[in-house]
């Protein structure tokens, strides 16, 4: 029993072996708030025999929603040569996902391989805790170099270098596309922010690849602040697509009744993060694509230039490149924009990763459902070590070898209700590779169920369909199992803070319809 009569539980996840931490949190149930844990140094990881350490360049983006790749044409004008060039040149994981669609959380999953209801991020005003371990740790104690290079965003206002970096180029919070007083921390001092963002921050990744010495191998984390909203593209980009022909969403229009689609959603259209209210303006979603698509040009020409200098380096085909958002992104889909629910346009992420000496020279598609909570044991592997095992995370480094390895046949999602944001309700969700169930906490609403293999659009909502109740109670106990398995069967609370984003427009469209099935037939 901890403290006050409350069980304090630990999680004992993803670690040096069954039981032991990669990331590890220690909270009392009886108080809202987390008792950090003195920090520690992570235990030595076992070395794999016989395999070599690869260099690694980590390229995150925000908001980067899984289509927006040229080779994948979501839109007619889009380009991303830098990053086509990738997934010719190496692995595109198809089905890339996020466990929750959320900037900080997400970072965080990243960090550790724990999920949000783990590793207790669960908003993007609160800090992470500073007794969880972060994969770079590891890195560190086997002798590599290691840089974080951007957006940190775990917390408002901080900006401090973390541990697992030996060096550290960071901004409060989102950070600013345009220099602003803020400034950077550059290992611990602040210095002024000079120009475009995106292309400050690659400069200040290439000079720390040119300036290193000595033989160690590398790891850099360079974390963009583009594509996050309100997009402003770098100058010689703006315009680019003005004009440009958009194709708007199928699922963007007011929904039908035969949809079934949830009351909250139909609401939501009228508000911060709906196409009738976006950011509480009348922006156009079409003008607002073009300028998202004008702000990734920067980070894809940064991905050139990173690959142009290891090439002439001589160590690019024997760097692993991984470049990957931190969650997708909604123009109009269902009516919303932004992210946070589990619709296919918020948890999918574009996930690429290059290195032809581990990979092979033959570009290869990847079908599996990979996720960010994946990363941290994905990048140890590649670095020689014996990842931590868990009870959720996987090594993709065998998937990316066109090796049969066993997988996980689905993916749990979780989502958090933010007062900031009261529109989104919070959400569970299994997702499989068939079926998608939707599971909504503290609303009195329609659930969902989606068929994706002939439904991708995730058009009709199935949860009363006569023939599917079966399926609908098998996901609900595998969502449930899931969650105790991983000690996610009580819910973060954290205190009030930041924006409120939680008006409507007083002359939009009026209130959701309520799910025709929730009514009494008498």
């Known amino acids: 029993m901890g403290h006050n009569g409350g069980l304090t539980r630990r999680i004992l996840l993803c670690g040096a072996g069954v039981g032991a931490p990669l990331g590890l ?6 108080v809202a708030a987390p008792t950090p844990v003195k920090r520690r140094k992570p ?4 070395r794999q025999p016989g395999v070599k350490p690869r260099n690694i360049v980590v390229i995150l983006t925000d908001d980067h929603r899984y289509d927006a790749l040229g080779f994948l044409k979501p839109q007619t004008f889009l ?8 997934a010719a040149e190496g692995v595109h994981f198809k089905n890339g996902m996020v466990t929750t669609a959320l900037c900080s959380p997400s970072r965080a999953s990243i960090l550790t391989g724990l999920y949000a209801h783990q590793h207790r991020v669960v908003d993007n005003n609160h800090a992470i805790d500073p007794a969880l371990t972060y994969f770079p740790e590891h890195l560190q104690s086997a002798g590599y170099e290691t840089a974080f290079i951007g957006k940190w965003h775990m917390g408002p206002e901080g900006d401090d270098p973390q541990p697992g970096f030996d060096h550290w180029v960071s901004f409060k919070g989102q950070g600013t596309y345009l220099p602003s007083a803020s400034g950077l921390n550059v290992d611990g001092r602040r210095v002024p922010q000079a120009g475009y963002i995106t292309d400050e921050l690659t400069d200040y990744a290439l000079r720390w690849l040119e300036g290193r010495k000595g033989d160690k191998p590398f790891m850099l984390l360079l974390s963009h602040k583009a594509g996050h909203s309100d997009f402003i593209p770098a100058d010689r980009h703006k315009g680019r697509y003005a004009g440009a022909p958009f194709r708007y969403p199928a699922t963007m229009a007011p929904a039908t009744p035969d949809q079934v689609r949830p009351r909250w959603v139909q609401d939501q259209r009228n508000s911060w993060h709906g196409v009738d209210y976006p ?13 998202y698509a004008e702000t990734l040009l920067a980070v894809d020409e940064g991905a050139g230039r990173l690959m142009d200098l290891l090439q002439t380096r001589g160590v690019l085909d024997s760097t692993l490149i991984l470049y990957l958002g931190d969650n997708g992104f909604a123009f109009g889909e269902h009516g919303l924009i932004d992210k946070r629910t589990a619709y296919e ?5 574009p996930m690429l990763a290059r290195c032809p000496e581990l990979f092979g020279d033959a570009p290869r598609v990847v079908d599996q459902v990979v996720a960010n909570i994946d990363m941290a044991p994905t990048l140890l592997s590649a670095a020689g070590l014996v990842p931590p095992k868990g009870l959720s995370v996987r090594d993709a480094v065998p998937l990316a070898q066109g090796k049969p390895v066993p997988w996980r046949d689905a993916l749990l999602y979780e989502y958090y209700w933010e007062r900031n944001f009261p529109q989104t309700p919070t959400v569970h969700a299994v997702r499989g590779d068939r079926y998608k169930y939707i599971r909504y906490h503290g609303v009195w609403d329609a659930d969902e169920l989606y068929d994706l293999t002939v439904d991708p659009l995730e058009a009709r909502n199935l949860i009363f369909s006569p023939g599917h109740e079966a399926v609908v109670r098998q996901l609900n106990t595998r969502l449930f199992d899931m969650l ?7 819910m973060p609370l954290a205190r009030d803070a930041g924006f409120r984003g939680w008006r409507r427009r007083r002359d939009g469209p009026p209130q959701g319809v309520f799910p025709d099935m929730l009514l009494d037939p008498r």
């Open 25 to 30: 949190w220690s909270w009392n149930t009886a």
């Open 43 to 46: 235990a030595p990881l076992a």
């Open 79 to 86: 380009e991303t040569p830098n990053l086509d060039r990738l």
């Open 279 to 291: 950011y509480h303006s009348r922006i156009d979603i079409a003008d607002y694509y073009r300028r």
């Open 345 to 349: 346009e918020s948890i999918r992420i």
């Open 484 to 490: 105790a398995e991983t000690g996610g069967t009580s």
